[in-house]
């Protein structure tokens, strides 16, 4: 079993800046890669930023310069720093992970998705 849960959403005026945290738990043996998505009311479910295990990342044009994905291995922990927020960052933010978890006496990849943090963005 394999929980990941967000937390660090809120409620922030435009140009302030937001924390959020996925953490992942339970019978890992590896964290691979991690996504940032963000959902905002009618509209589709969009990438923000991606780490991947060798620490590379990636970042969607909207939030190049601002945001800032980042990750702790030895705690299971990512993070997405989020500085200059604009209004039009509002959206439920979801942490999606790719991990290695045992099956048995081997390894497999799976993949798992937060609940979800609210973040909105006062103007």
């Known amino acids: 079993q394999v929980q990941v849960v967000e937390s660090g959403g809120g409620l922030v005026q435009a140009g302030g800046s937001l924390r959020l945290s996925c953490a992942v738990s339970?019978?890992?043996?590896?964290?691979?890669?991690m996504d940032w998505f963000r959902q905002a009311p009618g509209a589709q479910r969009e990438l923000v930023a991606t780490?991947?295990?060798?620490?590379?990342?990636s970042y969607a044009d909207s939030v190049k310069g601002r945001f800032t994905i980042s990750r702790e291995n030895a705690k299971n922990m990512g993070y997405l720093q989020m500085n200059s927020l604009k209004p039009e960052d509002t959206a439920v933010y979801s942490c999606?992970?790719?991990?290695?978890?045992?099956?048995?006496?081997?390894?497999?990849?799976?993949?798992?998705w937060g609940q979800g943090t609210q973040v909105t963005v006062s103007s």
């Open positions: 339970g019978s890992i043996f590896r964290l691979n890669r």
């Open positions: 999606n992970v790719n991990v290695m978890v045992w099956l048995g006496s081997r390894t497999v990849p799976s993949t798992y």
């Open positions: 780490i991947a295990s060798d620490g590379s990342t």
